[in-house]
């Protein structure tokens, strides 16, 4: 078969912009290439035009247009005719679930979209407002959907009360290549709790904090690091940054450290040197950051919140608490960093955990089932 994606990031250097969504599609699309497959992807909003081909992967970028008026709605219909103009070959067209990108566009072809986390998803998760025109762009974008499915449970069923969705949504997690991502026990020169991705509110990093400076005040040699893009904070208009600063004691704020982003062929040393990785987000879908900590054994502290228990088990691969709750956060981490058995353990159980559950041969084939649906109605 031939998929595409459409896609606003992907992890490439010519792309301008790529997370976790980017990173999922990167890991499918390579799966479906080593099995004999051919994937298309058309990475929109990017700085120019390019059409190229790397590893199997057939990369169309679209330029970002602008318009007098009306954008919203012509760059969407430029978006599909540049598909329809490139899709003789494809069998079904993906699409990501942001702000609704497949709003007034009708393809030659089927196509789906995968839930990773729509903005009425996040906002309703993080108690924020939102512009009406992306929920209805959303909304319509879903609708109109050959078929839905969802990286977890916990956001199909959120996703389908928020909008009133009768459509049946098929649940298939996140791919992750476990033969990329092999443990290294390596040990830093320094005890330091590691928080990667975007340095955003939702991501609990504030909350962390808080509980570092609590920590901090208990054990002298223990640091912190936020390695990730610093974003501007929604709610106060400051550096993400500048907000986690702030609860830190002065004399503790030398041991923080914050690490822009660097080549995703870094992050995993990164990952490896920490004794402890902490990811306490308020607001995700199936995090792939959760994901790769739990590939390569490290000891891992995350929120406990809605899509959590669908991959982490308590006591077992991880702890799990609630962000707001600074005195069992603080807990968490020191068992972490203290009982080191413990600690060693719950690494080893994660990649297990992933192994039985979300190996490649198993979500390769749940995605391959639900494209056959698709394209064979």
Known sequence: MHIAFLTPEYPHSAIKHSAGIGTSIKNLSQALCDEGHEVTLFVYGQ??????????????????????????????KYIAHYINRNSAELHLLEAVDWTGITAFCKFQIPHVIRLHGSDTYFCHLENRSQKKKNYLFEKWALKNATGITSVSAFTAATTKELFGLENEIT??????????????????????ILNFGSVIRKKGVIALAKA???LAAQLPDVQ???????????????????????EIDTVHRHRVEFIDQVAYKEVSKYINAAAVVCL??????????????????KPLVTSNIGWSPELMLQEHTGLTINPDDTKLFTEALRRMLEDREFARNCGVNAR???ESRFSKNKILNQNKAFYNTIIHV
């Open 224 to 246: 912190l690091k936020y390695l990730g893009k610093d974003v501007k904070d929604v709610w106060t208009g400051k550096m993400t940054s500048e907000l986690i600063r702030q």
């Open 171 to 192: 649940v298939i997690p996140n791919l992750i290549n476990l033969e990329d991502l092999g443990p290294i026990h390596s040990k830093s020169e320094t005890t330091y």
């Open 47 to 76: 700085e120019e035009d390019a059409v190229f081909t790397e590893y199997g992967v057939h990369f169309h970028l679209i330029k970002q247009r602008t318009y007098l008026f009306g954008g919203f709605y012509f760059y969407r």
């Open 280 to 297: 306490p987000s308020y607001a995700e879908a199936f995090p792939m950051t959760w994901l790769e900590a739990m590939a390569l054994e």
């Open 212 to 214: 570092f400076n609590v």
């Open 352 to 354: 297990r955990y992933l």
